[in-house]
């Protein structure tokens, strides 16, 4: 019988290197996971509709192009997923990021937070909605392994 | 035959005067309209937890608990609202908004986001999965005469 | 026990008096039926956009704006009705007709087509779809009778 | 871990070539696509119910016993997909290309449209419900790369 | 705050009084009840297709017709009751009933079933998938009450 | 605009007045609620099978045939609700209130738990489930009018 | 890329050779479809319950207890399934038949009826729901090929 | 055609070896079962939440923390399971069992209880939501080769 293979969407934050961490983490205890994660090239994901359906004059229907082409893959993968990992950084407003897990709570999936304290309070509501919240890239591997193969660090 | 309500969902922003002109405005126009929303008393809601069920010592546990009563009623109100208008304002990170807006687009809720243009490229994504995005609590009531009555202004 | 009130709504062609005749043969009969219709005022209808929430520039856009606008009216109608009618004329593409019964379909609501025989062939997978297809206002009528009452007529 | 595989749908106009060129666009760019689609045959989509199911004289029930065979098909491949693109041509009235564009947007499945300019304000309910819309199939390819792959052109 | 009205469907046989004997065994009892069934006049009921909406020469059609117009009222009531009463008789097929108690049960309806014991054999997966069978019309009544009451006769 | 109703269903233990408890509390606070509960009659409801539909002489089915009864009211309320208190007292084993749990959990519904910090051990699976966990009748109480009125005691 | 794999329910019947039929001449077709059935075995049927979980005096119960094993199955496979066909015979009342068709149509299933003209008035509602009736087992063979290659005989 | 594998998730009691028994009994029988359960070392299984994610000082929140590691596992494989094996022994109390019993009942998924007759009539209401209950793991080893071959012991 293979093993079963779980799809976990890493969503959130796009200018660190926190989902190498994880996927590392998770190659190095060879666990059966196939992430998946939204266009994390900023410039790409800007130009997402306007870079495949042409140019637009106005900016609000410049980034309405490319968020639709984008909602295409994240719709698609995290209604796929079996976990959503949602990353808060320290820059920017994040909003898809927290869009992400009200999209990903209404359909059930489980989902795992990870942000550092500072932003407890602020992201209290989504914390509340997630399974788990994680401080550290390597956490979120623990509790993938623990999840996975029921072994603790 | 008596007429159909609306139940509008007014989600986000609870620093500024929104809800009441667009309550006030909806009174104006004698639209069938029963409004809800999270409750905007800041301190009430951070309290949400401990003042019923106990206090807590740990900050993060007390906003856990918190957040789990005022879901509640949150999501209970969002899964009975026919729209959902999503406030984003200019201070606070506003999570909690975008939550909400997700919440809601995955339960195939119509969205009607409003904000001023300096946040549109931040809430690309929330504008794409909403319905209208609005500048101005009157044009929310234009919306939703429109919707309700076939009426322009 | 109040008598259970049917929730119809009347999608497609704005251009003949169909919903007029059906709604005085419904009050004819005394059936209790509330009915419900996207915005039949063409002029408005095409302004719901930008008659709301401002001008644009691009005739794209224009109408987005405005079906976005319509889509939060007709969506909610009929997810709300118990029976939805789909009338085609001789005029127009009438695209959104057909997009309303696939909507409906999808949602496992009952359907009821009405359109001349010479669109047969074009409808017959929307005719597929439906429970029945009327060539009249008045038979739609009495389906309605039939389906309330149990009466013939 | 093998790639995951994308199930796009190609709905609508069958009488040109844009099937092929979606995918031998797709195949040159070498992105994991199973395509699917109605029967394109117009011939034999016409004789679906009478061709498996034996003869009928009236031209009705003909359409109607060839409108349910071909939705087994249909339905079927629109619920598997991933993504759906629905093509709409000059010619013809097209209403099965709506429908389907209809019942796929009550599933949740992202759409993209395919069409000239000048079936836009035509077209403007189906294109709101889509996520892009897009006028050549090149442009569908470049979707499907960006989506997939996270690459523009 | 007013009490809660049940609404109860009695689907199956239309030859015998069962219905009456519930609905007036439940009007003894002063339950807060509100029946529904499907259209009972035998005759009434096969004309349903042709009566409203025209002659068919080809029997099949002529039923399909008719099955079409009864399923928009029995398929709207099924989907609108809290508990579906199926009846099995000893004359007919009654596979609509068995057909009904399906939907039912996809549905996750609760079901009661009322026949007498020589059908149990044959009617064994119904059974299997309501939550009572009975054997008289007052033995549903008993179980409504206590449903409604929790009080047991 | 007449206030909104809110449903509260009222599982477990029923050895003791926590039921009245609420229910006074919050006539006492005039909430606009509804409450339904199981029978908490204990013979009654051993007796709810047999009672109603017939002897049976295995113990087994003597008490399958009440649960089936039992159930048709039960998760009848439990769909209706919106939100569900699961009361867990120091007697019985009460899996039927962890079963509930469990169904409402599945269904969305939002869940308070009410027990002493003895079994929290034990019941941790369902009270991560839950929005809330409360120690007193009045507790659920607070949390109740919070809810719905967004009140602290 | 691999080609999709059809999965076929074959509900009905059990006392001729039509699913063997079926089954070859799909084989013949080389066409990829995966078939299931419920245990065609009438004694190994009825024996589901007690030959696995002990004996029952009851001929109801010992029915019950192996209509609910029958029923892991049956329901099982008919959630998996694309396609169902039901067949109904001459004899028998066949009450699983058309309880396992209301089952799948209520789940949105596909579904084609295989029955004698001589049924067609008592399977009328089963008929309307499904989306094919055939007369032989060769016609649901040409379905199956026309669904699953668009090849007519 | 590759044979169909059955997901069979093994819920309940982790202090006995009934898991083991069904599982060496489906090897032996070689039936396509992938079978999958929580974590069932009690040790670890307690330590979720701190072993993973940090420390908690108060117990009530080191529950809660190591509950939501854990149902990230239990919900993901009880919605991809096609059948729910429940177990109940005679130590503790057991509430997760009859949660996850609840849970797979509102998903609709069949569920076969595994216990003994001493524990029949508090066990009640989840047996009547399974579709078999069990004395021994060889009977469930039976009911599922009945199930998946249609062979009886």
Redesign the interface.
Do not use: C
């Given at each position: 019988?293979p093993e079963?293979?779980?799809n976990v969407y890493l969503a959130g934050e796009i200018h660190s290197d926190w989902r190498e961490r994880i996927e590392s983490g998770v190659a190095a205890a060879g666990l059966?996971?196939?992430f998946?994660a939204p266009?994390?090239?900023h410039a790409?994901s800007d130009?997402?509709?306007t870079?495949?359906?042409?140019e637009e004059?106005?900016?609000?229907?410049r980034?309405?192009?490319?968020?639709?082409?984008?909602?295409?893959?994240?719709?698609?993968l995290i209604?796929?997923a079996?976990?959503v990992i949602v990353r808060?950084g320290d820059k920017?407003?994040?909003?898809?990021?927290?869009?992400?897990?009200?999209?990903?709570?209404?359909?059930?999936k489980?989902i795992?937070t990870l942000h550092d304290?500072d932003?407890?309070?602020?992201?209290?509501?989504?914390?509340?909605?997630?399974?788990?919240?994680?401080?550290t890239a390597e956490?979120v591997v623990?509790?993938l392994r623990?999840?996975?193969r029921?072994?603790?660090?």
């Open positions: 019988m079963r293979t779980w059966p996971v196939a998946s266009v994390t090239d790409a130009d997402a509709g870079g495949t359906l042409g004059s106005e900016p609000f229907w980034d309405h192009k490319g968020a639709g082409v984008n909602a295409i893959r994240t719709q698609t209604r796929d079996d976990v808060f920017y407003r994040q909003w898809n990021a927290a869009f992400d897990a009200g999209f990903a709570a209404a359909l059930g489980p795992v304290t932003l407890d309070h602020a992201l209290k509501e989504v914390d509340r909605a997630a399974q788990a919240t994680a401080r956490q623990d509790v623990y999840v996975i029921g072994e603790l660090p």
